[in-house]
């Protein structure tokens, strides 16, 4: 089983900057990938950034050359982070972490954390 808990949301101005990590543990936790998702107020949830296990990086158009995803590993822990730089209203969302485990596992999620910008 594995769990994986957010952390770093909170309220920031337009043009501000956050730094979410989600802390992922288990045991034998292997993933495909690894990204977060966010869930705008009326909107569909949305893939935002995603990480291989081999460590190639996508974005989303919306957020391209903002927001930087990384991974550490450290023995049966993996932290997944997310540097948020310029943000903006638009970005307002709860963030979700998920791993995808791959097919016979399937995915795991976190519970997520508010972002909300506004001046």
């Known amino acids: 089983q594995v769990q994986l808990v957010e952390s770093g949301g909170g309220w920031v101005q337009p043009g501000g900057s956050l730094r979410l990590s989600c802390a992922a543990s288990?045991?034998?936790?292997?993933?495909?990938?690894m990204g977060w998702y966010r869930q705008r107020p009326g909107k569909q949830r949305e893939l935002v950034a995603w990480?291989?296990?081999?460590?190639?990086?996508?974005?989303a158009d919306s957020v391209k050359g903002r927001f930087t995803i990384s991974i550490s590993r450290n023995n049966a822990k993996k932290t997944l982070g997310l540097q948020m730089d310029n943000l903006k209203p638009d970005d307002t969302a709860v963030y979700l972490c998920?791993?995808?485990?791959?097919?016979?596992?399937?995915?795991?999620w976190g519970r997520g954390t508010q972002v909300t910008v506004s001046s």
């Open positions: 998920n791993a995808d485990l791959g097919a016979i596992n399937g995915s795991s």
């Open positions: 990480i291989s296990s081999g460590g190639v990086e996508n974005y």
């Open positions: 288990g045991s034998m936790f292997r993933f495909v990938s």
